[in-house]
Nanobody
Framework: QVQLVESGGGLVQAGGSLRLSCAAS????????MGWYRQAPGKQRELVAD???????NYADSVKGRFTISRDNAKNTVYLQMNSLKPEDTAVYYC??????????WGQGTQVIVSS
């Protein structure tokens, strides 16, 4: 059973930074891609960033230049470095993984609140 455990969320002032971590219970080489989604109150869940096994990255336009996704294969962990945070970044952030059979896995979510 694959488990994804997020950490690193919290309350930060606008302009500040946070780093989210997503630790997988097994090797992240089991996944074709991993990423981060977020869901704000009253809104649909949206892709923030993802990274393929080969290291290719993709970002939502709203976070380009501010957020960076990375992975540490030895630690089976994916990170999301969030800089220059804005109040509109406030949301629950979910770690996501897609295995080679196109099955989705989700973490439990971590809350990020950016105060103005």
């Amino acid at each position: 059973q694959v488990q994804l455990v997020e950490s690193g969320g919290g309350l930060v002032q606008a302009g500040g930074s946070l780093r989210l971590s997503c630790a997988a219970s097994g090797s992240i080489f089991s996944f074709s891609a991993m990423g981060w989604y977020r869901q704000a109150p009253g809104k649909q869940r949206e892709l923030v960033a993802d990274i393929t096994r080969g290291g290719s990255t993709n970002y939502a336009d709203s976070v380009k230049g501010r957020f960076t996704i990375s992975r540490d294969n030895a630690k089976n962990t994916v990170y999301l470095q969030m800089n220059s945070l804005k109040p509109e970044d406030t949301a629950v952030y979910y770690c996501h993984a897609l295995d080679w059979g196109a099955k989705d896995y989700w973490g439990q979510g971590t809350q990020v609140i950016v105060s103005s």
